[in-house]
């Protein structure tokens, strides 16, 4: 299969679904995959979309000019779909938790994930709670591909990652309908917030260079 260039881009602040991207997912890779997927209004995204499609519509016309017939083509990571009735720009990315390099070495990484201050997360454990809704940026990189048997696409894979603001699956007093009262407090407790309040996330993820590229 030919290597064609890859091309880094960044995301506009999305809101995550189903995030991956702190503890690879198994299920159908044993040696562990991240995902980080987002949406968002399609008119923040509406530069991104242009830029993405220009990579595959130049792809596209570089694989028929070198196999002059038809192909296989693959659905795309990225486009609009309808969410409850609104239309929502969506992006998919993925990369490899760790796998074996050509010289039969074993390789791992993290993926590399700062908080709304730019700072490089190294608490990664205070992330395990995080829910859908989360909200943040994803770094990636589109890479073209064709291969006579797999066809023509574009993968995009995952880079880093940006947490802007923090949902986790115990949510806050709003989410469940509660609200301050006077009576017992908890002696260890996590700061509450108002359901219209943003409060970014603010942590300290080592990560591991990876010389790799899926």
Same mark, same amino acid.
């Given at each position: 299969?030919?290597?064609?260039?890859?091309?880094?881009?960044? &995301?506009?602040?999305?809101?995550?679904?189903?995030?991956?991207?702190?503890?690879?997912?198994?299920?159908?890779?044993?040696? #562990?995959?991240?995902?980080? +997927?987002?949406?968002?209004?399609?008119?923040?995204?509406?530069?991104?979309?242009?830029?993405?499609?220009?990579?595959?519509?130049?792809?596209?016309?570089?694989?028929?000019?070198?196999? +002059?017939?038809?192909?296989?083509?693959?659905?795309?990571?990225?486009?609009?779909?309808?969410?409850?009735?609104?239309?929502?720009?969506?992006?998919?990315?993925?990369?490899?938790?760790?796998?074996?390099?050509?010289?039969?070495?074993?390789?791992?990484?993290?993926?590399?994930?700062?908080?709304?201050?730019?700072?490089?997360?190294?608490?990664?454990?205070?992330?395990?709670?995080?829910? &859908?809704?989360?909200?943040?940026?994803?770094?990636?990189?589109?890479?073209?591909?064709?291969?006579?048997?797999?066809?023509?696409?574009?993968?995009?894979?995952?880079?880093?990652?940006?947490?802007?603001?923090?949902?986790?699956?115990?949510?806050?007093?709003?989410?469940?309908?509660?609200?301050?009262?006077? #009576?017992?407090?908890?002696?260890?407790?996590?700061?509450?917030?108002?359901?219209?309040?943003?409060?970014?996330?603010?942590?300290?993820? &080592?990560?591991?260079?990876?010389?790799?590229?899926?």
């Amino acid at each position: 299969m030919e290597t064609y260039q890859s091309q880094k881009f960044t &995301s506009p602040i999305v809101s995550f679904e189903y995030p991956k991207f702190i503890v690879p997912d198994t299920k159908f890779d044993d040696f #562990g995959r991240y995902e980080a +997927r987002g949406t968002c209004d399609p008119m923040l995204a509406a530069d991104l979309a242009d830029q993405l499609d220009q990579v595959w519509n130049k792809h596209k016309t570089t694989v028929l000019d070198q196999v +002059r017939s038809n192909y296989r083509t693959h659905d795309l990571p990225w486009g609009f779909k309808d969410v409850d009735g609104v239309s929502r720009f969506f992006l998919k990315t993925k990369t490899k938790a760790s796998g074996i390099d050509k010289t039969g070495k074993a390789w791992s990484r993290q993926v590399t994930i700062f908080d709304a201050q730019g700072n490089v997360v190294t608490d990664r454990e205070s992330l395990n709670g995080m829910w &859908s809704g989360t909200t943040g940026r994803i770094s990636f990189s589109a890479t073209p591909f064709f291969g006579a048997g797999i066809g023509a696409g574009v993968s995009l894979r995952l880079n880093a990652v940006q947490i802007i603001n923090l949902q986790t699956k115990e949510g806050n007093t709003a989410d469940h309908g509660f609200k301050p009262e006077e #009576g017992w407090a908890s002696t260890a407790k996590a700061p509450a917030k108002a359901s219209n309040e943003t409060v970014p996330f603010d942590a300290t993820a &080592s990560i591991g260079d990876d010389p790799f590229d899926f």
